[in-house]
């Protein structure tokens, strides 16, 4: 029989392996917005390795315009203990590496321990910019062929 203890160790090197090996993005930081962990999806979206961003403040990739919403919600999240877009992806503006404009679906949650208080908050989530750009895209033709449609039917 295996005792509470192994199995305890063999599913945390599971989470663990899960979570590095995992294709999406994998963010976790503090009550302070420090980052803590950082995935190999992170890495591939934002460009900068766990060794970069570990201990730095979130503000790395987040563009400088938006941090005070940023914050403000993420203070609000962590005080209350809820996060406003629970249990849905939203597509966000990020910051890459190399300062190209990125732009990501994200889930959010937060972390608590055993008694339920917060402890960090988690971001899972892909690099959504070309599809993202490419619905921008067509939404401006189609407007512009309607546009046009309009145009000729008034004649």
């Known amino acids: 029989m295996i005792s509470a203890q192994a199995v305890s160790i063999a599913e945390s090197d599971l989470y663990r392996a899960i979570v590095e090996l995992g294709?999406?993005?994998?963010?976790?930081?503090d009550?302070?917005?420090m980052i803590r962990v950082w995935?190999?999806?992170a890495e591939a979206v934002f460009g900068y390795s766990s060794a970069e961003v570990l201990g730095k403040s979130l503000d790395i990739i987040i563009p400088e315009q938006l941090r005070d919403a940023h914050w403000k919600g993420?203070?609000?999240a962590i005080d209350t203990g809820q996060t406003?877009?629970?249990?849905r992806a939203l597509v966000t503006r990020s910051v890459h590496k190399d300062g190209s404009r990125l732009y990501v679906e994200l889930s959010f949650g937060l972390v608590k321990n055993m008694a339920g208080a917060v402890t960090g908050a988690f971001a899972t989530g892909r690099d959504?910019?070309?599809r993202y750009l490419s619905e921008l895209a067509l939404k401006a033709r189609v407007s512009e062929l309607e546009g046009k449609l309009t145009a000729s039917g008034e004649q």
């Open 31 to 33: 009550c302070n917005g």
């Open 84 to 87: 406003r877009h629970q249990g």
């Open 128 to 130: 959504c910019t070309a």
């Open 23 to 29: 294709p999406d993005a994998v963010i976790c930081s």
């Open 39 to 41: 995935n190999r999806g």
């Open 74 to 76: 993420f203070r609000k």
